[in-house]
C-alpha cells in the first residue's frame, strides 16, 4: 500500500470532533444532548443576504476574480471602514472561509520548518493547519488565574528564535473569550517591531464584545502596515457559518502579492457566498445590538451558573460566545465522554470540548473545558442543570480540599 | 519588513492570468477580446441546481459534516455509479472546488521534499499547488507528434526515485484534450502497484468526450484500490465553476482517515454549494447529450480552422474543451502578447493561454498555445478569422522553411 504524508499523519484530528461518536451513541440512546462543544450559533441569518442570493442573476456560475468580486470588496472597503480600518480593494483577498485566509496566511509567511508563537489555549484547528504545512507552533502559555490575558513580553522574548516568523492571536479570543485592550496589543507591535514579525489576528469574532468593551483591529494600530494580517469570515458575523465566505487583509503590499499567487492557483472563492456576504453587508447595525444582546445575555447565565458550581473557575469573557472553564475533575477528557457514555439528567446531557485539545503544552488544559453558548438562556440554564447534578455524581470529582483553585 | 516564505516566492504565479493586463489594455482601446484563454464556458448552469438553492430553507446557514452533507454524498454515491464507478459516502471528501480536492490529495500522499510524477503539458495551477507544499513536480514530457498520448513506460520507469509518491494526471486532459485509454490506465496501474504509488486522476471534463469515445475512471479499473485518487468538480459538468464545488474520491480507508483531518481543520465545505450540487445531480441526462453536442460543434469549429492554417500543427482533442497547438511563430508567448498589444482585425482580436507555462522543462511549448473552446461557434469562426490573419502579418511569424512540423 502506498504510505501516506508525514505531515498529515502528525496532524491532530479535531478534538472537538472527538466525542462526536459517544454524543450519537447517547441521542441513540434516547438521551438529549446540549451541543456545548462547537460554535455553529443558532442565530438566524440575516435576510438581506438570502434575498441577494436569491435575486440574483444565477443563469451562469461563473468564476470570479480570484481576489474576489470587485463589488464585494469595494462594500468591503465600506464595512471596515465602521470600525475604523482603513483598507483598500488591493489590501484584500476574499477567501473560501477564514480557514483558507488562515491557510494563505501561514503560507504566504512561513516556510516548512518555521516557528509560529501562539498564546495558549487556542483555537485547535490552528494546529491542524500548522503541522500540515510543517509550520512549528511554539506555544505561550496564557493562564485561567489571570483571565488568559496576554503573556509577558518576557516570555514571547524567550521564545522567539530565529525561526520565528508570525505570532497569531484570535481576538477576542475562541476559546477563552478573552479581548485584547489597546495597550496590549501595542505590546505586540514592540514585539513583531523589534524582531521583524508578521503577526496575523484572527478577528473573526470581532462583532461580539460585552460590558461596553470595544474591539480594536490589528489595523487600526499605528506602525503595523507592514507586519499585520487579519484574518475574517462572514460565518460567526451573520451567523453564515456554511457560507465558507471569509477574507485576508494586509496593508503589507509584497505578503498580498505572494498571497495572490495561492489565491489564482484556486481560481476563485465562492461566487455564491459573495453574492449573500454583499447582501450581508446591508444588514441594518441593529442587527449586531440585538445579537450581542443576546449573547450577553446567555454569557450571564452560564457564568453565573457556572461560578455557583462549587469548586469550577471560569474568568469572565469579555468577547466571542465561549467561555472556558477548569472543573473540580481528575480529568475533563473523561468527565466530557462520561457525560456522554454514562450520565444525564432528566433525560439530557452535556457535551463540551475537552480543554487540553486547545493547548499545545503537553499536559495543561486537562481540568478544562470549552462551552460554546450558542443556545438560547433556556435551553442553556437547563444544559447548566445537568453540568451541576453531574460534578457531584462524576466518580472521578475531586474532593474540597483536592481542588487548587489558582493553579493551571 | 517582515520576510515571506520561500516556498511561495518559489510559487510561479498563474501564467493564464499574466496577459490580463494587456487584454484589459486592449478593451480601454476598443478592441473586442474573444477569450480563448481560460476555461469558463458560456453554456448555463442547470435550472434544477439554482432552483434547489432558491427553494432551499436558508434560515441559518450552517456548518456541514465536515465530509459534506450525508444526503449529497448518498446522491453521488447514485451519481458515480452512472459511471460504472461504485464508491461509498465514507469514500469521498466534499472539498471547497476541485481545487482544495488536490490539495488534499497532495497533502495527504506527499511531503515536502517527495516527487508527485506528471505528464506535461500539464494544467499549470498543479505547479501552484505543488510549489507552494514543497512538493516537487517531476514533468514526462507528452508529445505533440504522438498527440500528446501517455509517454512511454520507461520514461516513467527512469523518473521515479524512493522520493516518488504519485503519478498526477488530467483525463481528459486540460491543457491538450487527450483522452486516456483503458491500455493506458491499465499501464500506469503496473507502475504504480510496481512502485507502490499513488496514482491521482483528476476527471473534471469527464463528461465531455467526442467522437463515440468513452472515458474510464481509474475508480472503474480493477486492482487500484489502494492506488486510486479521484479529484472532481462540477464546475465544468454543470457550467457552475463559481460554485468551487468539488469532491475528492479514495478507496483508500487509511488515505481518507488521513485527508478528513485536513477537512475537519476547514470544518466544512459550502453548504450553499452542496444544495446547488444536490441539485444539479437531478440534471437530466439529455442536458449532458446537448452540451456535448454544442461543445463538438465548437471542437470540430476550431480543429477544422486550425488545420487549414498554414504550419499550425493541433491534434485533435478527443475530450475536455480545449486545443494544444503549436503555431509557426518564433514565441507564442511573445506572440500572445502581440496579439493582444498591436493587432486587430475587424477591431477584434483573440487572447490564448501561451504554452510553455503548462511545461515544467524549459524551453518547451514556446510555439504552442492552448485555446479554450468556451465560445459559441460563431464567435469562434470571427476568432479563428482573426487568428488567421494575424498570423500573416505577425513580425515574428517563420517562413515555411523553418516550419518544423514534427518537433515538439
Given at each position: 500500500m502506498p504510505t501516506t504524508s508525514t505531515r498529515v499523519a502528525n496532524t491532530p484530528s479535531s478534538p472537538i470532533r472527538r466525542l462526536v461518536p459517544y454524543a450519537e451513541a447517547a441521542k441513540k440512546r434516547g438521551v438529549g444532548v446540549f451541543h456545548l462543544n462547537i460554535g455553529q450559533p443558532d442565530i438566524l441569518t440575516p435576510k438581506t443576504g438570502v434575498k441577494a442570493l436569491q435575486e440574483a442573476d444565477l443563469a451562469v456560475i461563473a468564476y470570479s476574480h480570484s481576489a474576489g468580486m470587485l463589488s464585494y470588496r469595494e462594500k468591503l472597503v465600506e464595512f471596515y471602514s465602521r470600525y475604523e480600518v482603513s483598507v483598500t480593494t488591493e489590501q484584500m483577498i476574499v477567501t473560501n472561509g477564514g480557514s483558507e485566509a488562515l491557510l494563505f496566511a501561514l503560507l504566504a509567511s512561513a516556510d516548512a520548518g518555521d516557528e509560529v508563537i501562539v498564546p495558549e489555549p487556542f483555537y485547535a484547528n490552528y494546529n491542524g493547519f500548522a503541522k500540515s504545512l510543517d509550520i512549528n507552533i511554539v506555544p505561550i502559555t496564557a493562564h485561567i488565574e489571570n483571565g488568559f490575558a496576554l503573556p509577558a513580553m518576557e516570555d514571547f522574548e524567550k521564545k522567539i528564535s530565529p525561526k520565528t516568523k508570525a505570532i497569531l492571536i484570535c481576538n477576542p479570543s475562541n476559546p477563552t473569550g478573552y479581548l485584547y485592550s489597546v495597550e496590549e496589543l501595542e505590546k505586540l507591535r514592540s514585539i513583531v517591531q523589534k524582531h521583524d514579525l508578521f503577526l496575523i489576528a484572527d478577528e473573526v469574532y470581532r462583532d461580539f464584545c460585552y460590558e461596553g468593551q470595544k474591539h480594536t483591529s490589528?489595523?487600526?494600530?499605528?506602525?503595523m502596515d507592514e507586519h499585520a494580517i487579519v484574518i475574517d469570515s462572514i460565518s460567526k458575523r451573520y451567523s453564515?457559518?456554511?457560507?465558507?465566505m471569509g477574507v485576508v487583509l494586509s496593508k503589507n503590499e509584497h505578503l498580498m502579492t505572494e498571497a495572490m499567487k495561492l489565491a489564482q492557483a484556486r481560481l476563485s472563492p465562492s461566487s455564491l457566498a459573495q453574492i449573500l456576504g454583499e447582501g450581508l453587508i446591508d444588514t441594518p447595525q441593529s442587527y449586531f445590538a440585538e445579537v450581542t444582546e443576546e449573547y450577553d445575555k446567555r454569557r450571564q447565565t452560564v457564568i453565573k451558573r457556572l461560578h455557583a458550581m462549587e469548586g469550577v473557575v471560569c474568568p469572565n469573557p469579555k468577547g466571542a460566545f465561549y467561555a472556558f472553564a477548569k472543573f473540580p475533575v481528575d480529568n475533563a477528557d473523561t468527565f466530557c465522554q462520561w457525560l456522554l457514555e454514562e450520565f444525564s439528567h432528566n433525560g439530557k446531557t452535556v457535551m463540551m470540548a475537552p480543554g487540553a485539545g486547545f493547548y499545545d503544552t503537553e499536559g495543561l488544559g486537562t481540568q478544562e473545558a470549552r462551552i460554546a453558548y450558542v443556545l438560547n438562556s433556556d435551553d442553556l440554564n437547563t444544559a447548566m442543570d445537568c453540568l451541576e447534578a453531574a460534578l457531584k455524581v462524576y466518580p472521578g470529582r475531586l474532593k474540597v480540599n483536592e481542588i487548587n483553585l489558582d493553579a493551571n
Amino acid at each position: 500500500m502506498p504510505t501516506t504524508s508525514t505531515r498529515v499523519a502528525n496532524t491532530p484530528s479535531s478534538p472537538i470532533r472527538r466525542l462526536v461518536p459517544y454524543a450519537e451513541a447517547a441521542k441513540k440512546r434516547g438521551v438529549g444532548v446540549f451541543h456545548l462543544n462547537i460554535g455553529q450559533p443558532d442565530i438566524l441569518t440575516p435576510k438581506t443576504g438570502v434575498k441577494a442570493l436569491q435575486e440574483a442573476d444565477l443563469a451562469v456560475i461563473a468564476y470570479s476574480h480570484s481576489a474576489g468580486m470587485l463589488s464585494y470588496r469595494e462594500k468591503l472597503v465600506e464595512f471596515y471602514s465602521r470600525y475604523e480600518v482603513s483598507v483598500t480593494t488591493e489590501q484584500m483577498i476574499v477567501t473560501n472561509g477564514g480557514s483558507e485566509a488562515l491557510l494563505f496566511a501561514l503560507l504566504a509567511s512561513a516556510d516548512a520548518g518555521d516557528e509560529v508563537i501562539v498564546p495558549e489555549p487556542f483555537y485547535a484547528n490552528y494546529n491542524g493547519f500548522a503541522k500540515s504545512l510543517d509550520i512549528n507552533i511554539v506555544p505561550i502559555t496564557a493562564h485561567i488565574e489571570n483571565g488568559f490575558a496576554l503573556p509577558a513580553m518576557e516570555d514571547f522574548e524567550k521564545k522567539i528564535s530565529p525561526k520565528t516568523k508570525a505570532i497569531l492571536i484570535c481576538n477576542p479570543s475562541n476559546p477563552t473569550g478573552y479581548l485584547y485592550s489597546v495597550e496590549e496589543l501595542e505590546k505586540l507591535r514592540s514585539i513583531v517591531q523589534k524582531h521583524d514579525l508578521f503577526l496575523i489576528a484572527d478577528e473573526v469574532y470581532r462583532d461580539f464584545c460585552y460590558e461596553g468593551q470595544k474591539h480594536t483591529s490589528i489595523l487600526a494600530i499605528e506602525g503595523m502596515d507592514e507586519h499585520a494580517i487579519v484574518i475574517d469570515s462572514i460565518s460567526k458575523r451573520y451567523s453564515a457559518c456554511g457560507a465558507r465566505m471569509g477574507v485576508v487583509l494586509s496593508k503589507n503590499e509584497h505578503l498580498m502579492t505572494e498571497a495572490m499567487k495561492l489565491a489564482q492557483a484556486r481560481l476563485s472563492p465562492s461566487s455564491l457566498a459573495q453574492i449573500l456576504g454583499e447582501g450581508l453587508i446591508d444588514t441594518p447595525q441593529s442587527y449586531f445590538a440585538e445579537v450581542t444582546e443576546e449573547y450577553d445575555k446567555r454569557r450571564q447565565t452560564v457564568i453565573k451558573r457556572l461560578h455557583a458550581m462549587e469548586g469550577v473557575v471560569c474568568p469572565n469573557p469579555k468577547g466571542a460566545f465561549y467561555a472556558f472553564a477548569k472543573f473540580p475533575v481528575d480529568n475533563a477528557d473523561t468527565f466530557c465522554q462520561w457525560l456522554l457514555e454514562e450520565f444525564s439528567h432528566n433525560g439530557k446531557t452535556v457535551m463540551m470540548a475537552p480543554g487540553a485539545g486547545f493547548y499545545d503544552t503537553e499536559g495543561l488544559g486537562t481540568q478544562e473545558a470549552r462551552i460554546a453558548y450558542v443556545l438560547n438562556s433556556d435551553d442553556l440554564n437547563t444544559a447548566m442543570d445537568c453540568l451541576e447534578a453531574a460534578l457531584k455524581v462524576y466518580p472521578g470529582r475531586l474532593k474540597v480540599n483536592e481542588i487548587n483553585l489558582d493553579a493551571n
